[in-house]
């Protein structure tokens, strides 16, 4: 993959990477009521703010709720500038573990 591309990528993620996400599983949220739901669940966290995959990826592979989902938000909102600080970009995390305990550790 070009970098820039990646970069963009990481940078401007919007909804279509977690619908991508979704149909990998194949829970197409176009045809499939179970991943509609999980979509627009996420999706009316977000509103799409850049951290819907990197959320969704947490609520489907770590079973994080969706209240924690929603209180996790909110903490990225109010702490981008902390959060840059972090060894890589948010976005970029697969594990909410990993993510919260370099957030700890700051």
Do not use: C, W
Not at 47 to 55: E, I, M, V
């Amino acid at each position: 993959m070009n970098i820039s591309i990646l970069f963009e990528e990481l940078l401007n993620e919007n909804p279509n990477q977690a619908i991508r996400f979704l149909k990998d599983r194949n829970l197409n949220p176009t045809t499939n009521p179970i991943g509609k739901k999980i979509f627009d669940d996420i999706v009316n966290i977000t509103k799409g703010d850049g951290y819907t995959f990197l959320l969704l990826k947490f609520y489907f592979r770590d079973g994080i709720p969706l209240p924690d989902i929603e209180n996790f938000h909110k903490f990225l909102r109010e702490n981008k500038l902390y959060l840059n600080k972090l060894p890589k970009p948010v976005v970029e995390y697969d594990s909410f573990a990993k993510l919260k305990k370099d957030i700890e550790y700051l």
